[in-house]
């Protein structure tokens, strides 16, 4: 599977999996603001330019993101891609118990959506869900 990256800094990695409509971010430490909302504007610029409709969200190394992130990515990012086509999440966990409660929220909020979401541990099975489903 060919990937391209689009994003690699100290904050975060974003693939794109073009072969299999796959956004893919990694999350390298507790990120939010300016630096949050580029990987996911990136990856929203790619469902709406390319036809995406699959995002892995590895939020491992992750917190809770502030307040006025999550409520951007709710009112703003969400409705975004959901209108370019998003239809499958494949999530790893914060390892924060603080980073779970948070990502559990948006998962509930993404269900209301119609979102098919499923959770893993691992990056490489999260992949394989994301290029079995169509």
């Known amino acids: 599977m060919s990937v391209e990256i689009i994003i690699d800094n100290d904050y975060a990695t974003l693939w794109y999996y073009p072969d299999a409509g796959i956004v893919h971010h990694q999350f390298k430490q507790p990120i939010s603001g300016e630096h949050f909302r580029e990987v996911l504007n990136r990856g929203a610029e790619i469902f709406e330019q390319r036809g995406a409709n699959k995002w892995l969200s590895d939020d491992r190394l992750n917190a809770a993101v502030p307040q006025d992130d999550g409520i951007w990515g709710l009112t703003v990012w969400n ?4 209108a370019a086509g998003w239809k499958y999440w494949a999530v790893i966990f914060s390892d924060t118990k603080a980073g779970q409660a948070n990502l559990n929220y ?17 990056s490489p099975d999260a992949l394989n869900w ?5």
Request: glycine share 12%.
């Open 106 to 122: 948006f998962l509930r909020e993404g269900n209301g959506y119609g979102i098919t979401v499923q959770v893993f541990e691992e």
């Open 79 to 82: 409705p975004r891609v959901r």
């Open 130 to 134: 994301l290029k079995s489903v169509k």
